[in-house]
């Protein structure tokens, strides 16, 4: 599955983005999909993820309460609303799809910048 993700931008802290990440192929209802993030000089980090069916979502705990991940499969698309947006969230942002093993051996697109002002 190849990945397409969208809708970075700058925004001040405490404003909201909707990212969207969109997939070709016509399997993408049996993957799970997952944002993740990097700064650089840090490690990549996980941010949320949701399972195939959408029934399951998992969050870091950084983000929690604020950031919201979902699918739609008819339109092979996965969003992550990023509400209450902190400068330690300015990132690249990268949406990846796996079946099974790990995030790393999984399908991942570019990445998209956010930037958030203080």
């Known amino acids: 599955v190849q990945l397409q993700a969208s809708g970075g931008g700058l925004v001040q802290a405490g404003g909201s983005l909707r990212l969207s990440c969109a997939a070709s192929?016509?399997?993408?209802?049996?993957?799970?999909m997952g944002w993740f993030r990097h700064t650089p000089g840090k490690e990549r980090e996980f941010v949320a993820s949701?399972?195939?069916?959408?029934?399951?979502?998992y969050y870091a705990d950084s983000v929690k309460g604020r950031f919201t991940i979902s699918r739609d499969n008819a339109l092979n698309t996965v969003y992550l609303q990023m509400n209450s947006l902190k400068p330690e969230d300015t990132a690249i942002y990268y949406c990846?799809?796996?079946?099974?093993?790990?995030?790393?051996?999984?399908?991942w697109g570019q990445g998209t910048q956010v930037t958030v002002s203080s």
């Open positions: 990846a799809a796996r079946r099974a093993g790990t995030w790393s051996s999984g399908s």
């Open positions: 949701i399972t195939w069916s959408g029934s399951t979502t």
């Open positions: 192929g016509h399997t993408f209802s049996s993957y799970s």
